[in-house]
């Protein structure tokens, strides 16, 4: 991201980091664990910052729903800092298991200095000492590298916090809707707009390197594939097709940009090597093959198809070989897209009237339906693949999309304001 600076240093343990609380999230339902996230100290900075810093990160541990920050009312102990040596019979009486205690130091240079330390409350140890340096402006950022931080220490697990989410998002009359392709932290802050509304924009998607999107755009009769860079604003068309495209996506190591190219009464799926514009074809049916992903590693596709008689999921390799279909249950699937752990299969589901969205493995056994509405649609995975973001639409002339998030056990479902109606999100990569 340009113009970032962050230096890492740990902090000196002040004891055996032996801790005794973990946070296992990988056996469904999470019981939150209790920390406590004193605002951190100011040490020459503005007290408003760091007050703004720790409020970032407190609601970004409770909006994982693993943690959930206690009232600063019940603390006990007051004027906490990084280097401070916590009584931890105080925060054992208010329930804390957890505690983060930090300091916001403003540099001779005018840099910002954060540090914390992350302590286990119960066998009273340091689980983590980190500080950093960084400018000013990238303060939400340095709250957001925190509390990956944390949440990695606590769970084991990447975090998913300083990512950024692209989105579509429609203003005006519904009949009548502006579509301009958006972008915002993974907390629905920072809204920056990329495109002004003169085109009709679909379905963007980030590149492995967050630095460019691929998506669609009508800037004539006819659909072409875009790719964006997010920082200078340049953009270009991918190919000139003799048809309709939808869809783009990137593949794992960014070099190619798989779609859909309708052609008559159907639509194949093709693969363009953005080095050489060479395009292959990978599906030749009398279908409509849309919505391709490919896995984690790049080997395969998945995709849906009506080629049986309804939109079904199908895998293939990524050179288009051996399709297998993988759904099987009762109603149409649709916009499938692989998580970046391999593992799992989202996708949206539409049966009896209801939208859902829902997980499949590979093989398409253990489907799960995660959450449902009136329309979801458009799952996208965080990038720990612990976290679905989707849109939901709402009936009614003054009704339209808006961005949600769920995790994989469908009891934490968010939604994320953005100033107008958003659709088509897509996650990014964590941040370099």
């Not at 000196?12 to 019981?31: H, K, M, R």
């Amino acid at each position: 991201m340009a113009g970032c600076f962050f230096a890492l240093a740990s902090l000196a343990p002040v004891a055996p980091a032996q801790a005794l609380i973990e946070i296992d999230i990988t056996q469904g339902t999470v019981e939150p664990l209790p920390i406590a996230l004193p605002d951190f100290a100011p040490e020459g900075a503005d007290a408003q910052l760091a007050r703004e810093l720790t409020a970032v990160i407190a609601n970004n541990l409770r909006r994982s729903g693993l943690f959930r920050p206690l009232d600063p009312a019940s603390y006990i102990e007051k004027g906490i800092t990084a280097n401070t040596s916590p009584r931890f019979g105080d925060w054992r009486t208010i329930g804390a298991q957890a505690l983060v205690a930090g300091s916001l130091a403003r540099q001779a240079d005018g840099r910002l200095r954060a540090e914390f330390r992350l302590w286990d409350v119960f066998a009273g140890e340091q689980m983590l000492g980190q500080q950093f340096f960084t400018t000013q402006e990238n303060w939400r950022r340095l709250a957001h590298i925190i509390s990956d931080a944390i949440y990695e220490r606590l769970t084991g697990e990447k975090g998913y916090f300083d990512t950024r989410i692209v989105y579509v998002d429609e203003s005006g009359p519904k009949s009548r809707r502006v579509k301009r392709l958006a972008i915002m932290d993974q907390d629905g802050a920072n809204v920056r707009y990329l495109t002004r509304g003169e085109d009709l924009v679909l379905t963007p998607r980030f590149s492995p390197t967050t630095q460019e999107i691929t998506y669609m755009a009508y800037t004539g009769t006819d659909p072409s594939v875009f790719l964006l860079n997010i920082e200078t604003g340049q953009r270009e068309i991918v190919g000139n097709f003799p048809g309709m495209t939808f869809a783009p996506r990137f593949s794992p190591d960014g070099q190619r940009v798989v779609m859909s190219l309708q052609q008559g009464g159907n639509a194949n799926i093709f693969v363009m090597d953005l080095r050489s514009r060479a395009t292959t074809r990978l599906t030749n049916t009398p279908a409509i093959d849309t919505s391709p992903s490919y896995s984690p590693d790049g080997s395969q596709i998945v995709f849906e198809s009506d080629r049986g008689g309804t939109q079904q999921l199908y895998v293939m390799g990524a050179d288009g070989s051996n399709p297998q279909r993988i759904s099987f249950g009762p109603g149409r699937y649709s916009t499938p897209v692989w998580s970046p752990r391999g593992d799992l299969i989202a996708f949206t589901k539409q049966y009896q009237g209801r939208f859902m969205i829902g997980v499949m493995r590979p093989d398409g056994k253990g489907e799960r339906i995660l959450t449902e509405g009136f329309h979801n649609e458009g799952p996208a995975w965080a990038p720990n693949g612990r976290v679905l973001t989707f849109f939901r639409d709402s009936p009614g002339a003054n009704g339209g999309p808006q961005v949600w998030t769920v995790d994989l056990t469908g009891h934490n479902e968010l939604k994320i304001d953005t100033p107008g109606f958003g659709s088509d999100p897509s996650w990014s990569p964590l941040i370099d």
